[in-house]
């Protein structure tokens, strides 16, 4: 009789806990997701999951405010940084050494950061003036025999180059702490058939406030730097390749807990018959104004720029965005699912 007691009691408590765990975790499936109903921004939302808060770090008298653009470049990344102390940091080159000329006129760049030797992220490198205080990137560690990768890579090497092989502090100024961040530092070495994982992110905090450049960072590379558990968590995060389909998965936006978002992105461009990337992707804005209202595009927004004392942080872009342009994007690879996010139900 004990014996069938104590059975029934050990059963039910499995029962109850199995019952508690499928629940939360159909919790977090459906958490989060807004209604897009005739143009109307959806109503009510809760943050999927509890974020993350980035430690703050003290802030020297003697510094200023730290500004970033993120430069409207097409469908390629390019950003500009100026630091508290008076530096300058550019993110990547977009692919177009006119365009970026334009956008960042005579500006002698400090520091010069490659996240990776794709043509739409060191493309306009020749824009930059032959005093580049310094140039770090990955040292073509994927292996790319592609032109502009041979000739940025000839450029680099020709000045004060450093070649990431692993996650390193950056020493800029007293005011800022900065670091970048890989995902290729594995045994296995780099990626050699998707030159995305090898990008190199850049974490800078000022006070408490702080941003994560995503570069095209991907669904290998994203998952690496969750499992290794790199501190990862920023108040702005520029959004990982674009907003494609492979990029910003649930639990890595999670781990970010960011407030802020924008996306470097051309979605017209995107789709074009010599590209086909479909970037944004439905899916990807979905996860993403499932924890924030504050998202912004290039394609939509313009040059988009971001101004913090440490303390607060501000705001502004070119123009202002449709509610109906800021929630569309592609549902498939193809250039017809090109509209607004669907209902979701839950």
Known sequence: ?????????????????????FVNLAGDALTGYWSFVNSVRPHGWAPAAATPTPTPTAIPKSCGSLNVRVLNVGQADAIFIRTPGGKTILLDA???????????GSARIDYFIATHYHQDHIGGYEALHSD???????????GS???IAQDFLAFAKAGNHVVVAQDMPLKIDDCINAKLIVAYDRPQGCWKDDEN???ILLRITYGKQSFLFAADCGTECENTLIQQATPLSATVLK????????????EFLRAIGASYYVISVNATESAQPNKKYFHPRQATLSRIYA????????????????????????????KKATQREEFS???????????PIPEVAG
């Open 1 to 21: 009789m004990r014996k069938s007691s104590l059975a029934i009691a050990l059963a039910l408590l499995l029962l109850l806990g199995g019952g508690a765990l």
């Open 94 to 104: 977009g692919d177009s050494k006119r365009e970026l000329s334009a956008l960042i």
């Open 132 to 142: 580049v205080g310094a140039i770090y990137d990955n040292g073509n560690c994927g």
């Open 145 to 147: 025999t592609s032109k």
């Open 197 to 199: 994982q090898n990008s």
């Open 239 to 250: 959004v990982g390749h674009h907003g494609s389909a492979t990029s910003s998965s649930a």
């Open 291 to 318: 924890r924030s209202q504050n998202l912004a595009r290039t394609d939509l927004n313009g040059n988009v720029h971001y101004i913090t004392d440490g303390n607060t942080l501000t705001t502004a872009s070119d």
């Open 329 to 339: 994007g592609f549902a498939s690879a193809s250039a017809d699912t090109y509209g």
